[in-house]
């Protein structure tokens, strides 16, 4: 079976297999992304507090979740939570072993994982941002709200956004460890049509194209929207 056969969309092809895993690795990478953006900013907001309670508690998360390796991370959240969910479900009159969702647990661990570098990235862009622009907000009687809507998020976004772009493409290849728990994204895919052909090379080969261009493709898009933002810098949210 040459290479064109093996990629065909046809029965005897892995071609369909190969592009809808494709649309898994980016969904689960989105998902994980936003779930680390919620968790990031929380982190940040908690290391940025005057409360030393707080500012330990954002320590913690990023000392546990930077220093413990990912694959352990997802084995815990997948295994240790399957073990926990069958726990209750047993109190509630369920038999058997109860499993998790690969997708769920996977975009769970990932986020979190994620969360721990964005939390970084978020304070850093915080503190860029130049405090006479929320001090003159406040002395044309900006409110609160205003203030952090108008002002202190899209700054913050602004000085986020080349750190974002990286921990993007972290959160990319950190989705390929999904596949130890089934789920079938690029990587997964990757080794089925692997272990089906006995194409290894060819079919890893491949599987690092996909990623490459799926880095690639959003490198660019991040570089697009860095240039558009680097370009609109000098307005003032003020002056809107």
């Known amino acids: 079976m040459d290479t064109l056969q093996m990629l065909s969309f046809g ?23 936003l779930v680390g953006a919620v968790f990031g900013s929380l982190v940040a907001a908690a290391k940025l507090s005057r409360q030393p309670g707080l500012r330990w508690l954002g320590d913690s998360y990023l000392v546990l979740f930077r220093g413990v390796p990912e694959l352990l991370v997802i084995y815990l959240f997948y295994f240790g939570g399957a073990t926990v969910v069958s726990a209750v479900g047993h109190w ?17 661990a990932v986020g979190l994982l994620s969360g721990s570098y964005q939390a970084e990235v ?10 006479g622009e929320l001090e003159a907000a406040l002395a044309i009687g900006m409110g609160k709200f205003m203030r952090f809507k108008r002002v202190l998020i899209p700054q913050v976004m602004r000085y986020a956004l080349p750190g974002l772009g990286n921990v993007w493409q972290m959160t990319l290849k950190d989705s390929a460890l999904i596949s130890v728990i ?32 799926l880095t690639g493709l959003s490198g660019r898009i991040f570089n697009i929207a860095e240039a558009r933002v680097q370009r609109t810098q000098r307005r003032s949210p003020l002056q809107h």
């Not at 892995?14 to 992304?33: E, R």
């Not at 509630?92 to 769970?108: C, K, R, S």
């Not at 272990?195 to 194209?209: E, H």
Request: hydrophobic share 55%; net charge positive.
């Open 11 to 33: 029965n005897t092809g892995w071609g369909l297999a190969l592009l809808k895993a494709i649309g898994m690795t980016l969904l689960l990478t989105v998902v994980s992304l």
């Open 92 to 108: 509630f009159g369920a038999t058997g072993y109860i499993g998790m969702p690969p997708f769920l647990v996977g975009a769970l």
């Open 122 to 131: 978020y304070r850093g862009a915080f503190m860029a941002v130049p405090r």
């Open 182 to 213: 089934g789920l079938v994204e690029l990587m997964r895919a990757s080794l089925m049509a692997a272990g089906s052909t006995r194409q290894y090379f060819a079919f890893y080969i491949i599987g690092g194209i996909g990623y490459l261009l």
